[in-house]
């Protein structure tokens, strides 16, 4: 019923930029909140940040001050501005849409995308 389609993956150096984006399509009526979590190879998934439909926004302690996360509610997509980037910010990438209301149904669901790989050389 909703698809998350990410973009904007792939590889950097160190000290560099990256932007994802993110997409939800479907039918949707609102999303309550979209944001990004990471997972490394060994380690459990990570929030990296979250936005709402308001505009308020929730950061990973690991990516304050160096990710930017934005959100264009009428494309119902996210956005996450990636600068000075560090060898340990290498992971996939998962996009998350969270309390969606979908037309004609009842209640709300959560969705996750398949995933972008960042891969940060040093």
């Known amino acids: 019923q909703v698809q998350l389609v990410e973009s904007g993956g792939g590889l950097v150096q160190a000290g560099g930029s990256l932007r994802l984006s993110c997409a939800a399509s479907g039918s949707i009526v609102s999303i309550n909140a979209m944001g990004w979590y990471r997972q490394a190879p060994g380690k459990q998934r990570e929030l990296v940040a979250t936005?709402?439909?308001?505009?308020?926004?929730n950061y990973g302690d690991s990516v304050k001050g160096r990710f930017t996360i934005s959100r264009d509610n009428a494309k119902n997509t996210v956005y996450l501005q990636m600068a000075s980037l560090k060898p340990e910010d290498t992971a996939v990438y998962y996009c998350n849409a969270a309390r969606v209301k979908l037309i004609a149904t009842l209640g709300t669901y959560d969705y996750w995308g398949q995933g972008t790989q960042v891969t940060v050389s040093s």
């Open positions: 936005i709402t439909s308001g505009g308020s926004t």
